[in-house]
T-cell receptor, first 112, second 115 residues
Framework: GNSVTQMEGPVTLSEEAFLTINCTYTATGYPSLFWYVQYPGEGLQLLLKATKADDKGSNKGFEATYRKETTSFHLEKGSVQVSDSAVYFC???????????FGSGTRLSIRP | DVKVTQSSRYLVKRTGEKVFLECVQD?????MFWYRQDPGLGLRLIYF???????EKGDIPEGYSVSREKKERFSLILESASTNQTSMYLC??????????????FGDGTRLSIL
């Protein structure tokens, strides 16, 4: 079946550090891939998405590239800020289903 | 922007009570979802609905029911609340799947405590 595996947290970085959160997936067909972010006390917000191989999603300085050959969708940011502290979820959906499969989430904390 | 509104941010109820959690979306989405979120367990799907009066069980439906009488509103019902249902509950909506898979849009969540 379809599944998403993302690196376990928590991840703690200093401000302006480079961020990578790994995400790999297993899916039949050609899924769409998403990164969601959850700030403290809030629901999930869509951060970025990619719908086909080699697509790059980007938003707020974050990027992720859909790599079909490695079944990965790693989240990166060149210089993190304290305001990026949140929980990040990798997710996938397929064209045949309404449900989205979520990873377990990675908590990110940024030190000033 | 899509707006998904959950009726309460915080709710405290007692064991055995019947609890209603309400969710409304304003984008005419066909699909609506209820999740619970617990530390270390991520998001788990309770129920979803792909049309009015239609519902399907998710991964953890036991102890819950749902109601979708109108397209914009999806209610989660705890028939007899128990302490193990203390959790953060998240509602989401999305259009039906298609050529370009659409993401789900989430409400801010209801933090429910059962005493």
């Amino acid at each position: 079946g379809n599944s998403v595996t993302q690196m376990e947290g928590p991840v703690t970085l200093s401000e302006e550090a480079f961020l990578t959160i790994n995400c790999t997936y297993t899916a039949t067909g050609y899924p769409s891939l998403f990164w969601y972010v959850q700030y403290p006390g809030e629901g999930l917000q869509l951060l970025l998405k990619a719908t086909k191989a080699d697509d790059k999603g980007s938003n707020k300085g974050f990027e992720a590239t859909y790599r079909k050959e490695t079944t990965s969708f790693h989240l990166e940011k060149g210089s993190v800020q304290v305001s990026d502290s949140a929980v990040y979820f990798c997710a996938l959906s397929t064209s045949s289903a309404s449900k989205i499969i979520f990873g377990s989430g990675t908590r990110l904390s940024i030190r000033p | 922007d899509v707006k998904v509104t959950q009726s309460s941010r915080y709710l405290v109820k007692r064991t055995g009570e019947k609890v209603f959690l309400e969710c409304v979306q304003d984008m005419d989405h066909e699909n609506m979802f209820w999740y619970r979120q617990d530390p270390g367990l991520g998001l788990r799907l309770i129920y979803f609905s792909y049309d009015v009066k239609m519902k399907e069980k998710g991964d953890i439906p036991e102890g819950y029911s749902v109601s979708r009488e109108k397209k914009e509103r999806f209610s989660l019902i705890l028939e007899s609340a128990s302490t193990n249902q203390t959790s953060m509950y998240l509602c989401a909506s999305s259009p039906p799947p298609g050529v370009s898979n659409q993401p789900q849009h989430f409400g801010d969540g209801t933090r429910l405590s059962i005493l």
